[in-house]
């Protein structure tokens, strides 16, 4: 590959994209894999094989079409990772109903916002479980809605009883006639690869999250091109699954796997717990994971990590939006290579709507670009990076991160305006994040355009320092803010410390000075207990800023 001399690359590959549903693809691996394993959840103790998965999926789509539903019709799914949830998608994909992945952690608030927005037919909800009743926040917002659209909502529960006319999933299975079969076929044949199939929410960090929403073709070639970096369509790989499937990257990357690959994907539990990974990779000798560095780490940190066997894992997609790739350290790094086996490793980038791994390493990198970035442009994709004006930067310069390709998102449902005001005139999705691509088109992150802060004539990210701050071992999480003190922008560090840690803010500020450029080191030290965190557990940069200007009495 050529040396860039200036911010732009382009994903060109020979390899075409695919042109499928993902109905098709689950039939097309059915017919060739009939007997093999094709998805596992340990906590359910359910195994079924490609023949079962296809023949299960069919049920469910003609027993939607029973009650009603239609194509392009939405339904959504407000459960943890559970078997019904990976059905559901398969089979409102099958028949065209698009599938609206809700984050079992809204409360009330959150989950009138996200219904109001997408307005659903459907919806399909756990079972009341220790940490949620499901079934009575749902009937709070519907009984909240009044005459709204919400009322008159379908809703399916996944188990335990039901009460009204709640229906049971196992009851919605049985409902398909021959009516429904009939026009099930008929479906096959007419949908096809760019209808709206999918809609993911963003986290919300920023404002109320936004709903991007894809395609067959978008989610598809998205988990097809990233498995292709990890070598997945050269040999078979049982991949473990630790992350929560409403996310758009368990949703898309790993639930789609099966399918696209004809890979096994082992479901450790219905969140994230370490010792039910461990269970699950030994048990069932998973080769693959997906996660991001906490998650692995907390493996390593378990008492009885040496209680387990995980030599069979040898290969790991990590994904991070750190500065740079330092959600990677190099000690981070070869820490899994020892004791994890994690030969081969690629680094990426989630980004919600470029569905939705928007970078991503090839095996083989080098540690310093493990380590230090978060992998280069896909397969397909065109990237650049421009200045205020809109020009393309040299290579080494920070701009803006602008993308186009089959990834990105259909649109933002239910906003035309946000969607206008994302794409430039000629097709570039406008990111909102700050980036720098090298010579080889490896990119930095650098971070989001809104959290950017000038201090005297210089602009720093506060992911920069806020990773030299988790840098230190007792450092638990820390977030820099930005005050206002005697009308002079200043930088506070918010830290919480690991238990049992004794730090004083003299320690975080010398340890600041050593590490960071003069301009990056915060005038102030705040210690919390804990961050307050948004629904998805992103941190209310928001209310940490309110609270440290309380503490230091500037408010």
């Known amino acids: ?53 296809l023949q299960e999926t069919d049920a469910l789509a003609a027993g939607l079409l029973a009650l009603g539903f239609q194509p392009g019709d939405r339904l959504a799914v407000w459960s943890p990772n559970r078997y019904e949830w990976v059905l559901t998608q398969y089979a409102t994909a099958r028949v065209g109903i698009i599938l609206v992945a809700v984050s079992p952690m809204f409360g009330p608030e959150e989950l009138k916002y996200a219904l109001n927005k997408v307005q659903p037919q459907g919806i399909v909800i756990a079972p009341t479980s220790p940490k949620k009743d499901f079934h009575k926040v749902l009937r709070s917002v519907m009984s909240d809605a009044g005459s709204s659209s919400l009322s008159q909502l379908k809703i399916i529960s996944m188990g335990g009883d039901t009460e009204g006319d709640v229906l049971k999933f196992e009851d919605v299975t049985k409902k398909g006639g021959e009516q429904e079969v009939e026009r099930f076929k008929q ?9 709206p199939i999918h809609i993911a929410f963003t986290s919300g960090t920023t404002g109320p999250p936004k709903a991007p929403a894809f395609s067959h073709r978008h989610v598809i070639n998205n988990c097809y091109f990233t498995g292709h970096r990890l070598n997945y369509h050269e040999e078979d790989h049982c991949l473990c699954v630790p992350m929560p499937i409403w996310r758009a990257l368990g949703m898309i990357v790993c639930n789609l796997n099966p399918l696209v690959f004809g890979h096994t994907a082992v479901y450790s539990g219905p969140d994230f717990n370490p010792i039910a990974v461990l269970a699950a990779i030994d048990k069932e000798r998973c080769t693959s994971v997906y996660g991001n560095s906490p998650m692995l780490m907390a493996l390593l940190k378990q008492p009885t990590f040496g209680d387990y066997d995980v030599s069979s894992l040898k290969t790991a997609m990590i994904g991070g939006q750190g500065i740079g ?14 004791k994890l086996h994690l030969t081969n490793v690629t680094v990426a980038m989630p980004m919600t709507e470029c569905g939705p791994v928007a970078f991503q390493g090839v095996l083989g990198d080098p540690e310093e670009k493990l380590t230090s970035t ?94 030299v701050l988790r840098s230190h071992k007792q450092v638990k999480d820390g977030q820099i803010v930005e005050l206002s003190v005697s009308g002079e922008t200043k930088l506070c560090a918010c830290v919480v410390l690991e238990s049992g840690a004794s730090l004083s803010k003299t320690d975080v500020l010398d340890f600041c000075k050593d590490k960071l450029p003069a301009v990056q080191v915060p005038q102030f030290v705040c210690f919390f207990d804990t961050f307050p965190l948004t629904p998805t557990k992103k941190v209310k940069k928001s209310e940490v800023k309110l609270e440290a200007e309380r503490k230091l009495k500037l408010s």
């Not at 479906?187 to 209808?195: A, G, V």
């Not at 989001?448 to 210089?458: A, F, Q």
Request: aromatic content about 10%; hydrophobic content about 35%.
């Open 1 to 53: 590959m050529s040396k860039l001399t200036e911010s732009y690359n382009h994903g060109v590959d020979s390899t075409p994209l695919l042109e499928k549903t993902i109905g098709l693809l689950l039939q097309e691996t059915a017919e060739k894999n009939p007997d093999k394993e094709a998805v596992v959840f340990c906590a359910e103790g359910i195994r079924k094989t490609f023949s079962q998965l």
């Open 187 to 195: 479906l096959q044949q007419s949908l096809q690869p760019d209808q």
């Open 325 to 338: 790739g330092s959600d990677l350290p190099l000690p981070m790094l070869q820490m899994f290579r020892q």
């Open 374 to 467: 978060v992998g280069r442009t896909l397969s397909h994709v065109e990237v650049k990076v421009v200045d205020e004006a809109g020009c393309t930067v040299p290579v080494n310069t920070p701009g803006h991160f602008l993308t186009r390709g089959y990834y990105i998102m259909l649109q933002y449902w239910g906003d035309q305006e946000k969607t206008d005001k994302a794409f430039t005139a000629d097709g570039w999705f406008q990111t909102g994040d700050f980036i720098s691509m090298d010579e080889d088109g490896y990119v930095q992150l650098l971070g989001r355009e809104s959290e950017r802060i000038k201090v005297g004539d210089s602009y720093i990210f506060p992911k920069e320092v806020e990773n």
